[in-house]
T-cell receptor, first 112, second 114 residues
Framework: NAGVTQTPKFRILKIGQSMTLQCAQDMNHNYMYWYRQDPGMGLKLIYYSVGAGITDKGEVPNGYNVSRSTTEDFPLRLELAAPSQTSVYFC???????????FGPGTRLTVT | GENVEQHPSTLSVQEGDSAVIKCTYS??????FPWYKQELGKRPQLIIDIRSNVGEKKDQRIAVTLNKTAKHFSLHITETQPEDSAVYFC?????????????FGSGTRLQVQP
């Protein structure tokens, strides 16, 4: 049982490039989330999903897109990367929205 | 939408002392209040949570209290140890945002001095 996994661990992007952050969980959780955490700051919700085929915006969705074709995977797409997207990105999953969230190890992204 | 305020932003205590972190929330319909601990460079992990039908919950050296009338909840750590040094986040489950997602506080950096 690997829990929540994320790839890559680190990435440097040039302004205007695009990339996909991968997230997978093997706990059969319906709920999955993407957060960003800027240095010394809290967790801001980007997008979340309540099940395969269903996604919804969080607090800071601009510049990002998601899809949820399977229960296990919840990739986050960055289009036209900007320096403001430099952050640590955490994926999380849970059985329901008022239950424990299990976080992945994070992806540290730098846009220069 | 839901606003979760967390205080203090930093807290330094001597080893063996107690530490208290407080959070207030705005949506009275919130009924789930977890606390997460994030060690430096690591992922957040749940340490304790409480639901609105309970006023207090304890797990060894940590406890959480909830005052629904005043809309605040607190994390209490007794007999602090250096390994308690971390950032702690509170969260609430608001109904007024229309999202089925937690709202997190801004975090408290706790430093336990040996």
């Amino acid at each position: 049982n690997a829990g929540v996994t994320q790839t890559p661990k680190f990435r440097i992007l040039k302004i205007g490039q695009s990339m996909t952050l991968q997230c997978a969980q093997d706990m059969n959780h319906n709920y999955m989330y993407w957060y960003r955490q800027d240095p010394g700051m809290g967790l801001k919700l980007i997008y979340y999903s309540v099940g395969a085929g269903i996604t919804d915006k969080g607090e800071v969705p601009n510049g990002y897109n998601v899809s949820r074709s399977t229960t296990e995977d919840f990739p986050l797409r960055l289009e036209l990367a900007a320096p403001s997207q430099t952050s640590v990105y955490f994926c999380a999953s849970s059985t329901g929205w008022e239950y424990e969230q299990y976080f992945g190890p994070g992806t540290r992204l730098t846009v220069t | 939408g839901e606003n979760v305020e967390q205080h203090p932003s930093t807290l330094s205590v001597q080893e063996g002392d107690s530490a208290v972190i407080k959070c207030t929330y705005s949506d009275s319909a919130s009924n789930y209040f977890p606390w997460y601990k994030q060690e430096l460079g690591k992922r957040p992990q749940l340490i304790i949570d409480i639901r609105s039908n309970v006023g207090e919950k304890k797990d060894q050296r940590i406890a959480v209290t909830l005052n629904k009338t005043a809309k605040h909840f607190s994390l209490h750590i007794t007999e602090t140890q250096p390994e308690d040094s971390a950032v702690y986040f509170c969260a609430a489950s608001p109904k007024d945002t229309g999202r089925r997602a937690l709202t997190f506080g801004s975090g408290t950096r706790l430093q336990v001095q040996p």
